[in-house]
DNA sequence: CGTAAACCCTAACGTTACGTGAGGGTCAAC
DNA sequence: GTTGACCCTCACGTAACGTTAGGGTTTACG
């Protein structure tokens, strides 16, 4: 049975101008339409919408969602896998916002304020723009994008589990060059950028070494990933970006 | 000690544009500026950025939490206590979504698709609006909605389980009054109506039969509100509405 | 002590995701 | 056969910033 925008717009509750809206930018329009021009919606229409909602939600843009699902690698069982992961983690960072709440409740009962980094620290843990690089990294349009997906697609829980712990070896490796006073131009600091860069290589797409001198100016230059880092070792962040390069000029001999 | 735009911007976790703009529109400005014109936000001004944030997580438009903000009425500890259910009610409403996708995931891998309906439950529940309306009622700024600030501001956990008795007392007993097949106009009905409204005149601020009618078409028009009529008893919104504008007419005489 | 990098300022136009009419057909019902 | 609830396509409006553009300020370094 068909569905006009109107129907459609209550069973979804958004309104009917989103729809409109939808269907002008080719993100979702309708199987058919009547004699008469109306828009008629099929089921697999309404499955569609539910997806876009979903992605909406969780803060990704229109145009993001319409490649994503334009993209004819794009598999729903993992899409809905990761929508499963960020919904646990948005979860998660909501019961910390409640605790929050609690302690400056508390605190404002007992007369003893938060202290000014411990407030923020809530809002920075969750962001939905590392699922966005998430996606595009998975669904994206550059050849590297589509061969990385093409690779990841075969791989079961216990491919990314050996992934994990090879990527966890070479940054205690390196955590321990670092606090042994190692420069990052040292041989060995190259030979574990090195590691890296044939891992990337490995595991999802040809990566020369300019590519992945590339890929550590964008480490540097992006917060999120120099938090990663900082995580590991105080100033890893830049130790890394270090190696890359050293490791690059090493290469081109 | 002060802070500068881009610190603060670093420690919060939004870019110094958005600073910028929120100083533009009067939300929130520094407290202080230096001699060459540079923005110098203190630790209170940290604190009213959190609070800030903290709403429009939630949805809420920047004008509204100006509002909200510069209302004399404005209670902190109240305001809290209301974003601890925001949070709460949206944490439950993700748990929901996760508990959809994975059924719609298991559905996927046995071949049964999920009902139409059921697909979209999940998205209409949780509803920011919602709130918005309640803290227009509680901060709003009609005098009817600052006699019911006033007054609820006394209100204990008791005194809400007592009005929700009564509501619910008149949602059944109209329920009864449908299902007898009792028209709208019917005193019994106009009787109800009647109630309904000593209850808000009671409770929260002075409603005339005039307000009280107004009411009723909002709550017909608004799709929210017939929801949770329509919950109750089929049809329940329009008779609501109905027996309200009778019971006008009758007051008129 | 000068100068370059890293910040800061205002001003103003661009963008996303719709909201909100305007002006005009379509369809079911009484 | 007309009335009211829907539907259509423009097309401009708006909120919350993003993004240059053009130009001062502060700090680090040689």
Known sequence: MEHTVGAVAGIAGISVRTLHHYDEIGLLGPSERSGAG??????????????????????????????????????RREALRLQHRMLADKTAQLMKMMDAVEQTLSGIEEGTPMATDDM?????????KRYETEVRERWGDTDAYRESARRTKGYKKEDWARFKAESEQIGTDTAALMDAGVPATDPR?????????????RWFYPCSHEMHANLAEMYLADPRFTAT?????????????????????????
């Open 38 to 75: 109306y828009r008629l919606y099929t089921d697999d229409d309404l499955v569609t919408l539910q997806q876009v909602m979903f992605f909406k939600e969780l803060g990704f843009g229109l145009e993001d969602i319409k490649r994503l699902m334009h993209d004819p690698t794009f598999d």
């Open 120 to 128: 923020f620290e809530v809002f920075s843990d969750f962001d939905p």
């Open 189 to 201: 600091a190259m030979d574990l950028a090195e590691q890296a860069r044939l891992q990337i290589d």
């Open 229 to 253: 880092y900082e995580k590991i070792h105080e100033g890893m962040a830049q130790y890394w970006h270090d190696a890359i390069i050293a490791n690059l000029a090493r290469a081109r001999g």
